[in-house]
C-alpha cells in the first residue's frame, strides 16, 4: 500500500508550535473578587438602562466597566494602585469614544483622527503600564466609536463609560477600610516565600535555581512596585510602610547568600538544611499577619563561608522582624525618583524616543489602513477590522505574529459563545442574566493566556453591540471575516513589510546586560576603602538592575522564539549564552560572600582581567569586535581554590558559548 495510507503524517514545524504553545492555559488562580465585580458592573448598568426603558445608555455604561476590568482591576494591586490603575485608562477610555463619535460617519475626517489616535496610543505605550493600557483603551473606543452609532448628545457615550468605570473602582475599594495595607504585606511575605523557594532549590540544579531565581526578581519587583512606586510622597511618614520597606531589605543578605549556597551545594552535593527555608516561611507567616513581636528560630550551627552568611542573614530578617523594621530603612532596592521627575522622564521618552515614535508610526499605518479599508469597501460594522489590528499591533504585548494567529483563534471560539447566546437567548431583560454570565469570564480566563482572553471578551462586546444597534446573530460570521481581515493588516504592513521583524533583539540586549556585569565584576572586588567605591547598597541596586535587565533578556526571548524562522531559530541560539551570563552574575555574588565571611581577597588584576574579557564579549555579541579565544591560563588556573576559580570557569563558559557557529548568528 502506499506509504500516505501506511505512514503517520509528519509532525507540525517546531516554530508553529512554539506560536501555538500560549494555546495551552497557563497556571493561575482564579481572581475570584474580580469576577464578582466583573459580573456586576457590567450586569448592573444593564439592568438600570432596561428599566428605565434606555438600554443602549446602560449598554455604555456597561462598556465603561469593560474597559476598566481590562485595564486595572488587579485584586493583588495595592488600593492607591487600584485608584490610579483604573482612573487613568478610563479618562483615556472616555476622550476616545467622544472622539470616536465626533467624527463618526465623516469618511476620511474619521481615518486622520483614528489614525492620530493610533500614533498617539503607540507612542504613548512606551512610558509604562498604566500607559499602555490607557494608550490602549483610547486607540480602542476612538475606533468603536467611529464605527459604531451612538446615543445622542455626543457626550453621553464618554460620562455613561465614566460612570461604568467609576462602578467598577467604587467596588474594588469597599474593603479599604478592613483591609488597609493587606497587599503590601502579601507582596512582602510572598518574597519570602519565594526566596524559601530559591533555598530549596539551591541543590536541585542549575535549571531549577534559575527557575527559582526568577521568581525571586518577579516577587522582589511587584513588592517593590507595591511598597514604593506609588507612595514615594508618604513614604516617610508612614510607620506601616517604612516598616515593610525594612523587612523587604532585610531579605537582600539573605538573597545574596543564595548563589554561594548554590555553589556549595553544588560543589558538596548536599542540600541546603530544611531549617533555613522552614524560618524563612515562619517569617513570611508573621509578616502576612502583621506580626512584631520576637521570634526563636531554630537555625542549625553553620559550617562554611556559605552556611555563615546564610545564618547571618536569616538572623537579621529575625531582627528586623522583631523590631518591626528598622526606622530609617536604607535605600537598598532603589528608590523611584520624585514624580515630577518621572513626569519629565516620561514627556521625554514619548517626544524624542526613536522607539517610541516608531512603535506609534507603526500602529498607525496599520489602523489607518484598516480604516481607509473599511471607507473604500462596504463592510458593516467595520470597526471590527481596526478593532483587530489595536489588539494585534499593541507593540509592547509581544510577538506580531503570535499575536495574530492567537487573535484569530480566540474571536472564534469566542463568536462560537456569542453565537449560542444572540441565537438562543430572547432580548430584554434575559441580556441581563447572560451579562452576568458572561462578564465573569473575562478575569477568570485573562490570566490563562491572550487568546483565552479574546475568547471571553468577543460575546461581551458583542452583546453590547447587539443591545445598542440590535443587528442579531446574523452579523457573527461577519465579525470572523473581519478579524480575519484586521489579522491579515496587522501581519502584512505591521509586520512582513518591517525589517526588523526579521531580526531579534535578544543579542543587543544581552551585550548591555553583559557590560553592566562587567561592571559588577569590577565593582565586587576593589578595596571597599577606596575612594568612590560602591557600598553594600549599591552593590545591591547594581544586582537587581542587572537581574531585572535579564529577566528582559529572557521576556525578549520567549517573545521572539515565537516568530517563524529565521527570527525563531536565531533566537533559540542566544539562550545559552542567557544563562551563562546569569551564571556569571550568581558567580561574582556568591564570590563576593565568600570574601566577607573569611576568603582571603584576590588580586585586584585578576577581577578587571575578567570584567575585561565581559567587555570584549558584549562587544562580540553586539558585532563590533571578534571575540579571540581566553588563554588556557585563566581556566587552568595555578590555585584551583581561588575564590575567583568559579567565577573564571563561568566567563570561559560564556566566551566559549559565544564563540560557537549557533551563536554567532546575526541576530
Request: charged fraction near 15%; glycine fraction near 8%; proline fraction near 9%.
Amino acid at each position: 500500500m502506499p506509504c500516505s495510507l501506511l505512514c503517520p503524517p509528519p509532525p507540525p514545524p517546531a516554530w508553529l508550535m512554539r506560536t501555538l504553545y500560549p494555546l495551552k492555559p497557563r497556571p493561575a488562580r482564579t481572581p475570584w473578587p474580580a469576577v464578582a465585580r466583573a459580573s456586576v458592573s457590567m450586569a448592573a448598568p444593564l439592568a438600570v438602562g432596561f428599566a428605565t426603558g434606555y438600554p443602549a445608555y446602560g449598554a455604555l455604561a456597561a462598556m465603561g466597566g469593560l474597559s476598566s476590568v481590562i485595564s486595572g482591576d488587579s485584586p493583588t494591586a495595592t488600593y492607591r494602585m487600584r485608584v490610579f490603575n483604573i482612573a487613568v485608562p478610563q479618562f483615556f477610555s472616555s476622550v476616545g469614544i467622544a472622539l470616536g463619535t465626533l467624527v463618526y460617519g465623516h469618511g476620511w475626517v474619521a481615518v486622520a483622527v483614528v489614525t492620530a489616535a493610533a500614533l498617539v496610543s503607540g507612542m504613548i505605550s512606551t512610558i509604562g503600564a498604566v500607559s499602555s493600557a490607557a494608550g490602549m483603551l483610547l486607540l480602542m473606543n476612538t475606533v468603536v466609536g467611529a464605527g459604531l452609532p451612538m446615543p445622542e448628545p455626543w457626550w453621553a457615550g464618554a460620562v455613561l463609560m465614566g460612570v461604568g468605570g467609576l462602578l467598577v473602582l467604587v467596588l474594588s475599594l469597599l474593603a479599604w477600610p478592613l483591609r488597609s495595607g493587606l497587599p503590601e504585606r502579601a507582596a512582602v511575605a510572598g518574597t519570602y516565600r519565594a526566596v524559601a523557594g530559591l533555598l530549596e532549590a539551591a541543590a536541585l540544579g542549575p535549571d531549577a535555581y534559575a527557575a527559582a531565581r526568577q521568581n525571586v526578581t518577579a516577587a522582589l519587583t511587584r513588592a517593590y512596585d507595591l511598597l514604593l512606586s506609588h507612595r514615594i510622597q508618604d513614604h516617610d511618614r508612614n510607620p506601616d510602610l517604612v516598616r515593610l520597606v525594612g523587612r523587604l531589605n532585610a531579605l537582600i543578605p539573605v538573597i545574596e547568600a543564595a548563589p554561594a549556597v548554590h555553589q556549595h551545594a553544588e560543589q558538596s552535593g548536599r542540600p541546603v538544611p530544611d531549617a533555613a527555608p522552614a524560618a524563612l516561611g515562619i517569617l513570611a507567616d508573621a509578616v502576612d499577619r502583621g506580626f512584631t513581636g520576637p521570634l526563636a528560630l531554630r537555625l542549625p550551627e553553620p559550617e562554611g563561608p556559605a552556611a555563615r552568611a546564610l545564618d547571618d542573614a536569616l538572623r537579621q530578617a529575625t531582627e528586623a522582624l522583631d523590631h518591626g523594621g528598622p526606622e530609617n530603612a536604607d535605600d537598598w532596592l532603589g528608590r523611584p525618583a520624585a514624580p515630577r521627575k518621572r513626569a519629565r522622564s516620561a514627556i521625554r521618552t514619548v517626544l524624542f524616543s526613536s522607539s517610541s515614535w516608531r512603535y506609534g508610526v507603526r500602529l498607525a499605518l496599520c489602523v489607518g489602513l484598516a480604516q481607509t479599508l473599511t471607507s473604500l469597501v462596504e463592510v458593516e460594522r467595520s470597526y471590527w477590522v481596526a478593532l483587530a489590528v489595536v489588539f494585534v499591533m499593541k507593540p509592547d504585548f509581544g510577538s506580531v505574529f503570535s499575536r495574530a494567529v492567537l487573535r484569530a483563534v480566540g474571536i472564534a471560539a469566542g463568536l462560537l459563545l456569542a453565537a449560542v447566546v444572540l441565537t438562543q437567548v430572547p432580548r430584554g431583560w434575559w441580556d441581563v442574566l447572560a451579562m452576568a454570565l458572561l462578564a465573569p469570564l473575562i478575569p477568570a480566563l485573562a490570566p490563562r493566556g491572550y487568546g483565552y482572553q479574546n475568547a471571553a471578551v468577543t460575546p461581551v462586546i458583542l452583546l453590547m453591540s447587539d443591545v445598542i444597534n440590535h443587528q442579531g446573530p446574523h452579523l457573527i460570521a461577519p465579525r470572523l471575516y473581519d478579524t480575519l481581515i484586521g489579522c491579515a493588516i496587522a501581519l502584512i504592513a505591521g509586520y512582513l513589510l518591517w525589517p526588523e521583524s526579521w531580526h531579534t533583539r535578544v543579542g543587543d540586549k544581552l551585550a548591555d546586560a553583559m557590560t553592566s556585569t562587567a561592571r559588577y565584576v569590577e565593582y565586587a572586588f576593589l578595596d571597599p576603602d577606596f575612594p568612590g567605591v560602591p557600598d553594600r547598597a549599591d552593590r545591591a541596586r547594581m544586582r537587581r538592575r542587572l537581574y531585572l535587565d535579564l529577566a528582559d533578556v529572557r521576556t525578549e526571548f520567549q517573545r521572539a522564539l515565537t516568530e517563524p524562522p529565521p527570527t525563531g531559530t536565531r533566537a533559540a541560539a542566544w539562550w545559552p549564552l542567557v544563562v551563562a551570563t546569569e551564571r556569571v552574575v550568581d558567580a561574582t555574588t556568591a564570590a563576593r560572600i565568600r570574601m566577607r565571611h573569611g576568603a582571603p581577597w584576590p588580586p585586584p588584576d585578576d577581577a578587571k582581567k575578567l570584567a575585561l574579557q565581559l567587555e570584549q564579549l558584549a562587544q562580540a555579541v553586539r558585532g563590533t569586535a571578534v571575540l579571540a579565544p581566553a588563554p588556557d591560563t585563566d581556566v587552568e588556573h595555578d590555585q584551583e581554590d581561588t575564590v575567583l576559580e568559579p567565577l573564571r570557569r563561568a566567563v570561559h563558559t560564556a566566551r566559549s558559548l559565544a564563540a560557537s557557529p549557533d551563536t554567532r548568528q546575526p541576530a
